[in-house]
């Protein structure tokens, strides 16, 4: 079992910047990818980025390319989400995802999920 918890989430003005993490504990050893996935109100999850373990690969979503980064510290094993110049389409609860596999970047192919964090950027 892979037990997830995001933070850094708040409110903050279009333009602005926040870094979401996202801390793992239980079984990681075989984890082998983190994504963050979102969810504004009345709208599918969407993907926003994710990562492989041991730095072999990323990717980010079309539209947050530019704008938002990932990274992570396998020795704290946290992934962030650095995220700068917000926009107000933004807004949304970030849920970061686990998977073993990892056969795909899409939702239903992740396992594990955290809880969210909030991010609401006002305009």
């Known amino acids: 079992q892979v037990h997830l918890v995001e933070s850094g989430g708040g409110s903050v003005q279009a333009g602005g910047s926040l870094r979401l993490s996202c801390v793992q504990s239980?079984?990681?050893?075989?984890?082998?990818?983190i994504a963050w996935f979102r969810q504004a109100p009345g709208k599918e999850r969407e993907g926003v980025a994710g990562?492989?373990?041991?730095?072999?690969?990323?990717y980010l979503g079309d539209s947050v390319k530019g704008r938002f980064s990932i990274s992570q510290d396998e020795t704290k094993k946290t992934v962030y989400l650095q995220m700068d110049g917000l926009k107000s389409e933004d807004t949304a609860m970030y849920y970061c995802a686990a998977d073993h596999y990892c056969k795909s970047w899409r939702e239903a192919d992740f396992r594990y999920w955290g809880q969210g964090t909030q991010v609401t950027v006002s305009s």
């Open positions: 990562i492989y373990k041991s730095d072999l690969g990323s």
């Open positions: 239980g079984y990681t050893g075989h984890t082998m990818c």
